[in-house]
């Protein structure tokens, strides 16, 4: 990685921040936003659909298409703003952390009091955001825990009503960002963004609010500390998909991070470099659940895997922030 600080930064004569800002959100807003919720929306009525047939909690056919909805998501789900953000649709998506455990509370109280609100699609997006979701389906189908808990009927309801919701959720995102998509490639008066350069700006922070929320929090999370591992609070461990969504974030943020870069060659070669470090990182460790972060040696991988994702925040902070004339400034991960 070339040694680009912020003072050397400072010295980049300001032609180089006058550059035109349209090729790139054109193509960031085409080619990357736009066909991710597409295929999100298609994901999840394929899911919509399978459930009103099957079910089943360990149905391999359903599994199978929560799985695909799943990956969609998360594939877009560093796309935090805009429709993402409307009415709270992202964490309706997926809400994790529950640091408080409210998610199996949520559903262990509709299976108890057999909530009506599973019958009306509108009622059921009124619920609680902790029994909505990725995660709430998660339960419902790899928890054992919820196999015994009332009858099979209207756990049968409850599963259906959860992907049914997670279905309108991304249809509502998807429809949305065609009609918001002009904000970001014709930023102005009528725009949430009033330059090119505050429009480059939120697909910036996006970028490095996703590596932060895959190394600090998908990876950390489970790591703890080494005297007290946390294997037990990994994203999706049930399904056994917490490394799998490190790898699809670090994909979908690559990507993200080429089409930002792409008029600096040298600064686009350093970031390929280090996601091709990280994704291969990633790939190789044999631990979908991150649950060897308990052990020396699964600690030590993991770790390395979280310091292959700092690099690449390193480089995306300190080289092409700079040169791009922008900053992360707040995410929609910070508190008010």
Same mark, same amino acid.
């Given at each position: 990685?070339?040694?680009?600080?912020?003072?050397?930064?400072?010295? *980049?004569?300001? %032609?180089?921040?006058?550059?035109?800002?349209? #090729?790139?959100?054109?193509?960031?807003?085409?080619?990357?936003?736009?066909?991710?919720?597409?295929?999100?929306?298609?994901?999840?009525?394929?899911?919509?659909?399978?459930?009103?047939?099957?079910?089943?909690?360990?149905?391999?056919?359903?599994?199978?298409?929560?799985?695909? &909805?799943?990956?969609? =998501?998360?594939?877009?789900?560093?796309?935090?703003?805009?429709?993402?953000?409307?009415? @709270?649709?992202?964490?309706?998506?997926?809400? =994790?952390?529950?640091?408080?455990?409210?998610?199996?509370?949520?559903?262990?109280?509709?299976?108890?009091?057999?909530?009506?609100?599973?019958?009306?699609?509108?009622?059921?997006?009124?619920?609680?955001?902790?029994?909505?979701?990725?995660? &709430?389906?998660?339960?419902?189908?790899?928890?054992?825990?919820?196999?015994?808990?009332?009858?099979?009927?209207?756990?049968?309801?409850?599963?259906?009503?959860?992907?049914?919701? *997670?279905?309108?959720?991304?249809?509502?995102?998807?429809?949305? =960002?065609?009609?918001?998509?002009?904000?970001?490639?014709?930023?102005?008066? @009528?725009?949430?963004?009033?330059?090119?350069?505050?429009?480059?700006?939120?697909?910036?922070?996006?970028? /490095?609010?996703?590596?932060?929320?895959?190394? @600090?929090?998908?990876?950390?999370? #489970?790591?703890? /500390?080494?005297?007290?591992?946390?294997?037990?609070?990994?994203?999706?461990?049930?399904?056994?998909?917490?490394?799998?969504?490190?790898?699809?974030?670090?994909?979908?943020?690559?990507?993200?991070?080429?089409?930002?870069?792409?008029?600096?060659?040298?600064?686009? &070669?350093?970031?390929?470099?280090?996601?091709?470090?990280?994704?291969?990182?990633?790939?190789?460790?044999?631990?979908?659940?991150?649950?060897?972060?308990?052990?020396?040696?699964?600690?030590?991988?993991?770790? &390395?895997?979280?310091?292959?994702?700092?690099?690449?925040?390193?480089?995306?902070?300190?080289?092409?922030?700079?040169?791009?004339?922008?900053?992360?400034?707040?995410?929609?991960?910070? %508190? @008010?």
């Amino acid at each position: 990685m070339r040694s680009l600080t912020l003072f050397t930064a400072l010295l *980049i004569p300001f %032609g180089a921040y006058a550059q035109d800002r349209a #090729p790139i959100l054109m193509d960031v807003t085409e080619t990357h936003i736009l066909p991710r919720f597409a295929q999100l929306a298609d994901a999840t009525d394929t899911l919509a659909t399978t459930v009103q047939a099957d079910c089943e909690p360990q149905s391999d056919t359903l599994r199978a298409a929560y799985s695909a &909805a799943f990956d969609s =998501w998360i594939s877009a789900s560093h796309l935090r703003f805009g429709p993402t953000e409307t009415d @709270d649709r992202a964490f309706a998506m997926a809400f =994790w952390p529950d640091t408080k455990g409210f998610t199996p509370k949520t559903l262990s109280r509709h299976i108890k009091d057999e909530d009506t609100a599973v019958e009306s699609p509108a009622a059921y997006a009124e619920t609680s955001i902790a029994g909505r979701g990725f995660l &709430a389906l998660e339960r419902m189908l790899y928890d054992p825990a919820m196999a015994e808990q009332g009858n099979v009927a209207y756990r049968c309801a409850l599963i259906r009503a959860i992907a049914t919701d *997670i279905d309108r959720n991304a249809d509502a995102m998807n429809a949305d =960002w065609q009609s918001f998509a002009p904000n970001l490639t014709q930023p102005g008066d @009528d725009s949430p963004y009033r330059s090119g350069d505050e429009a480059m700006q939120e697909l910036y922070r996006a970028l /490095t609010t996703g590596l932060e929320f895959t190394a @600090d929090t998908r990876l950390g999370r #489970p790591l703890g /500390t080494f005297e007290r591992p946390r294997p037990n609070r990994a994203e999706a461990r049930r399904s056994k998909r917490s490394l799998r969504h490190v790898e699809l974030s670090l994909i979908a943020l690559s990507d993200m991070a080429a089409r930002l870069s792409f008029d600096h060659p040298e600064i686009a &070669a350093d970031l390929d470099t280090a996601f091709a470090q990280a994704i291969d990182r990633a790939q190789s460790l044999d631990d979908p659940a991150f649950a060897k972060v308990d052990t020396p040696l699964g600690r030590i991988r993991v770790e &390395a895997l979280q310091q292959s994702i700092h690099k690449i925040r390193e480089i995306a902070s300190i080289e092409l922030g700079p040169t791009l004339g922008i900053s992360a400034g707040f995410n929609s991960l910070d %508190g @008010d």
